[in-house]
């Protein structure tokens, strides 16, 4: 009788628990995987925040509120030029990069007036991968927070299920803080890194914002090959510079060759390369416009190779398969060369990515 | 330096099953065997306390501390005369095609030919 009664109390107790508490013990699930994440964010954002004082504290001048200063800049947003009207908005949004671009570049010679370009260039880049830190954490803190207030659990579900993308991203830009600080060359250098074997010991002329090029000759073909300037953390124009050399030539370009660094799937081997067609260039939209609007007005073929990477990687310090991956684009870029061009030909090689620690 | 995160919770979750079936298999066998009525007290307090260290595993257990692992890059020299090549670890300062000075076999000019990475053994 006693094992009965006690049977049917449990499966009473059972059936309260179960029901009165499933969605509060789920919930409780859900926030506490958030909370840790939060606090994994916070550790992140502080440590990247301290790790930029620590490389621009020694460019510093006298007596300035370096701390301050800093915290403030982190905070720095852009607004996006509105799409309503969709009219001249790349226009609109490179006018606005240029103004962030130029408000950064003040900042930096402001709190860092002791530094060379280089060491400015790489200042900047480090501001960016700690601003970008800080603004995850304040994202998720915001919807944990938001979560908590309004016990929703649609909000803890979507913010659980995206939460090991956003710690990959926030973990790649914490990494390559660490590595813009050292001044080592990136994963995303690939272009760059491509455009510097292509011509190397060759005169270099300046065009565009941050931008050089050099002509050499592939097979009697006149090859100009542009990448930013390095060695410094920068990634230029290289659509305005691509856009003012076809118009300087009155268009009179065979191909145009783009090489970039493209992130790859998961199960794709870092280091792969690849052809395709189009303009490989991940910028937020001007500059593949510039490069799109002149080929389409001269008709020039757009050709592409890129070299697969994940994010971290093409963030961080570049790999020994992307090294070497960068040799056999060299070749391929040659080889395409020869085999749609011919004799008297010009081309442009265009090498596309953040040039930190690839000098030329 | 690398920050990696050692996931735990695939661990955890198997553990936390197990004791969950343990408890339930304490509390089958109550009804099923006669004998055991006696021990039915002691066993439900056993099978909760297993279901309570089944709930805190899964809860409260999650990502370990994060290892940090050492950065392997390695900057090669080469000469521009003779080809001869040297591999040292990354120094500040480097960057590739900088102007290295005097190669030490052959006096021609030196430059940094490449700079990488390379990923740690695993053990």
Redesign the interface.
């Known amino acids: 009788m006693t094992s009965v009664l006690l049977n049917i109390v449990w499966m009473v107790l059972f059936f309260a628990v179960i029901i009165t508490f499933n969605q509060r013990l789920q919930l409780y699930s859900y926030q506490r995987n958030v909370e840790k994440a939060v606090v994994r964010l916070e550790e992140l954002a502080t440590k990247s925040k301290e790790d930029a004082i620590n490389s621009i504290k020694s460019f510093a001048p006298e007596g300035i509120d370096l701390r301050g200063d800093i915290s403030g800049f982190l905070e720095f947003f852009t607004i996006e030029p509105v799409s309503l009207d969709p009219f001249g908005v790349l226009k609109r949004l490179e006018h606005l990069l240029d103004i962030r671009r130029s408000r950064s570049v003040e900042f930096v010679s402001r709190i860092a007036p002791k530094a060379t370009k280089t060491e400015k260039e790489n200042i900047e880049v480090i501001l960016e991968a700690a601003t970008a830190v800080n603004y995850i954490y304040k994202v998720v803190r915001h919807f944990l927070l938001l979560g908590k207030k309004t016990k929703s659990l649609m909000i803890f579900v979507q913010l659980d299920m995206q939460l090991p993308m956003i710690m990959k991203q926030a973990e790649a830009y914490y990494a390559a803080q660490t590595t813009f600080t050292a001044g080592k060359p990136i994963g995303d250098g690939l272009g760059p890194l491509v455009a510097s074997k292509l011509i190397f010991g060759s005169p270099q002329k300046r065009i565009a914002e941050d931008i050089i090029y050099s002509e050499v000759d592939i097979e009697k073909r006149k090859v100009i090959v542009l990448k930013a300037e390095g060695p410094g953390g920068v990634v230029g124009k290289p659509g305005e510079a691509v856009k003012e050399l076809v118009e300087g030539l009155e268009g009179k370009v065979s191909r145009i060759i783009m090489i970039d660094a493209a992130s790859k799937l998961e199960g794709e081997n870092t280091g792969e390369v690849v052809e395709g067609v189009g303009a490989a260039i991940g910028d937020p939209g001007p500059e593949k416009y510039k490069i799109e609007e002149v080929a389409v007005k001269y008709k020039i073929p757009i050709d592409a190779i890129v070299c697969k990477m994940g994010l971290e990687e093409a963030l961080t310090t570049i790999k020994k398969e992307v090294v070497e991956a960068s040799d056999v684009i060299v070749e391929r870029v040659k080889k395409m060369i020869s085999e749609r061009t011919k004799e008297g030909d010009i081309v442009i090689v265009a090498g596309i990515g953040n040039t930190m620690g690839v000098g030329q | ?3 990696v ?1 050692v996931q735990k919770s695939q661990r955890n979750t198997i553990v936390s099953i197990i004791l969950t079936l343990i408890a339930f298999v304490l ?1 089958i066998s ?2 099923l065997f006669e004998e055991l ?1 006696d021990l ?1 007290m002691v066993i ?1 307090i056993v099978g909760l306390v297993l279901l309570a260290a089944s709930w805190g595993v899964y ?1 409260l257990s ?2 370990s501390a ?1 290892k940090e692992e050492v ?1 392997n ?2 900057t090669v020299i080469a000469c521009r005369n003779c080809g001869q090549v040297e591999e040292r670890s ?1 120094a ?7 102007d290295m000075g005097q190669c030490k076999k052959c006096s021609g000019p030196s430059f940094i030919k ?6 740690p053994k695993k053990e």
């Open positions: 330096m690398k920050v995160m509390f109550v009804s009525a039915s439900m809860f999650g990502k994060p950065e890059v390695i990354f500040p300062g480097d960057y590739i095609f900088k490449s700079i990488y990475s390379v990923s």
